[in-house]
């Protein structure tokens, strides 16, 4: 996948104030970050530890064990689907098309420069995770 500007939005507690956010020029590079995150946490609960080791059900409990943790990621908008055709019946009952008016699709005009951030949650985060670090590992 292409490089998506990814947000990770997480809080540590109930507490409010824990909640902070992180910022990467790509998912891999989020996925990376939460990693990091994780070993810096380990590293500070085993200072005399040199060595520090996990596996995936490991990196799934720190993550579980945040109030909240979720990634917004850019993505593109696809143009909207409008309908080839309008008929009097669309008016007549009240309808209205996606853009409140009835065009044909092929002559609407779409404003490519839309983009959005859309909201993922703490499952997908670990998804991507698992997909992430198997890719690492051939």
């Not at 309808?95 to 839309?114: M, Q």
Request: proline fraction near 6%; aromatic fraction near 10%; hydrophobic fraction near 35%.
């Amino acid at each position: 996948m292409a490089n998506r500007h990814t947000i990770v939005l997480m809080q540590n507690s109930q507490n409010r104030s824990t909640r902070t956010f992180m910022d990467y020029d790509s998912i891999s590079q989020a996925m990376d970050g939460i990693c990091t995150l994780y070993e810096r946490k380990l590293k500070d609960l085993n200072p005399a530890n040199r060595n520090i080791t996990y596996d995936i059900a490991d990196l799934y409990n720190f993550i579980d064990g945040l109030a909240d943790m979720s990634a917004l990621v850019y993505f593109p908008l696809p143009p909207p689907l409008l309908p080839h055709t309008c008929t009097s019946k669309h008016f007549e009952a009240g309808n209205r098309t996606p853009l409140d008016i009835c065009v044909n699709y092929h002559t609407s005009v779409y404003d490519h420069s839309i983009q959005a951030y859309l909201p993922n949650d703490r499952q997908w985060i670990k998804q991507r995770l698992l997909q992430h670090l198997k890719k690492l590992a051939h």
